[in-house]
């Protein structure tokens, strides 16, 4: 039990006092980041599966 509290003790003390925290701004910037790499990536799926499904449908077509 003194392992834990040993343990927590120590993770609150980086926690608190060691850890370097960003700026309002750089974190701003980070979420604006994000935000916009997910929606190139969605876009991408998006034109891969609507050319995927052209193909297919296309493909099928011929076969019905």
Do not use: C, N
């Amino acid at each position: 039990m003194e392992a834990l509290r040993s343990y927590l003790r120590e993770s609150w003390e980086e926690f608190a006092h060691r850890t370097t925290w960003p700026t309002w701004i750089t974190l701003q910037r980070s979420a604006v980041v994000v935000i916009v790499a997910s929606l190139v990536f969605a876009l991408i799926v998006f034109a891969m599966d609507k050319g995927l499904s052209t193909v297919l449908d296309f493909v099928y077509s011929i076969f019905a």
